[in-house]
């Protein structure tokens, strides 16, 4: 594959919301690389007859071309309405999902892109999820780090999506290291990045203050960093969030590290919104997801922006190509 185009699995989400039209639009341009749809093929042609554009549905073993899309069927249990999630559809969101996870670990797809999911549709259809970085890591078997990027900022996540009082508990030293092992190794390895240079903020207002205002920096993260600092990681920090992204500050690293949710992505959304990526650093593959939800009230009107898709589809190339080179 290093001297082949990667051929990656394009989940388009929800099928009520806008992933379906954006597959639709990615395709009716000359495709970052190639892709393989695993969708419900009338919900995409419905997407397209939405749009106005057009879009013929290929075998699973032949390639995309512009206007042309590779789809491997996931049959919905009833007939998408653009709009209106409906909980009966989400066993085809987690069957494609899952299908392509074990595309991926087989190696007869090389990497994964994502559209967004409605979370609380797909456990009102029965399933447990928290997200689908969860599942895939699940799934491999793997540890992993949630990362999203835009072109002037990557910050991956300590915890996700955990209510704000759960924090401090959940932010440990096992945790903190395991998740700056894995950052660290994944911009070496995917970035091609040979010495990253790590900013790690802290969890409390001023990076605690000399314990004034939290010991969480005093008890967790700095003997962390020491530790890793030894064996010749190059971190700054503890750092207080509000003057970590300062300009001057950013242009000295290559990630950031963020101990909760909203600690770090309103600035990096803030920083391109609509070329935002997710990233899921640790599974035995590329993935990358948009960085924005189903929205639902746009699905259909035609005025959603595919730069996050398109963004995705390219980053997650440039990783597949790069792990190809190892």
């Known amino acids: 594959m ?21 597959c639709v639009r990615l395709i009716q341009q000359e495709p970052a690389t190639d892709l393989l749809a695993l969708a419900d093929p009338a919900t995409l042609q419905a997407a397209a007859a939405a749009l106005g554009l057009p879009l013929q549905i ?40 899952s299908e392509a996870a074990r595309l991926c670990q087989q190696g007869t797809l090389h990497g994964m892109v994502t559209g967004p999911v409605h979370k609380a549709n797909i456990n009102a259809g029965g399933f447990a999820y928290t997200g689908t970085t969860e599942l895939l890591a699940g799934m491999a078997g793997v540890d992993v780090v949630m990362m999203l990027a835009t072109p002037a900022l990557r910050v991956a996540l300590v915890t996700t999506h955990l209510p704000l009082r759960d924090v401090p508990a959940a932010v440990t030293a096992p945790l903190v ?38 010991r969480e920096e005093i008890d967790v993260i700095i003997p962390v960093l020491q530790r890793l600092r030894a064996e010749g990681l190059a971190l700054r920090g503890p750092l207080p ?42 599974l035995p593959y590329p993935r990358v997801a948009v960085d924005h939800g189903t929205a639902l009230d746009l699905a259909g009107t035609g005025r ?15 990783l597949a190509q790069q792990r190809a080179r190892r």
Do not use: W
Not at 178 to 207: E, T
């Open 2 to 22: 290093a001297d082949a185009r990667p051929r990656l699995a394009l989940i388009p989400g929800e099928p009520a919301g806008i992933g379906p039209e954006l």
């Open 241 to 282: 969030a509000d003057t970590a992204f300062l300009p001057q500050l950013r242009a000295g690293n290559d990630a950031v590290l963020a101990m909760y949710h909203d600690q770090g992505l309103p600035v990096l959304k803030a920083s391109g919104f609509e070329q935002g990526i997710n990233i899921t650093l640790g």
């Open 304 to 318: 959603a922006d595919p730069a996050s898709l398109i963004a995705a589809v390219r980053q997650c190339a440039a």
């Open 177 to 214: 290291e395991r998740c700056l092992r894995i950052l660290h190794r994944a911009l070496q390895q995917d970035f091609g990045i040979a010495q990253p240079r790590i900013d790690v903020l802290g969890l409390n207002p001023h990076a605690g203050e000399d314990g004034l205002l939290g």
């Open 58 to 97: 290929l075998p699973p073993d032949r390639s995309a071309r512009p206007g042309a899309l590779p789809v491997l069927p996931i049959t919905q249990a009833v007939p998408t309405r653009f709009g209106h999630a409906d909980p009966r559809n989400a066993a085809a969101v987690m069957d494609a999902l």
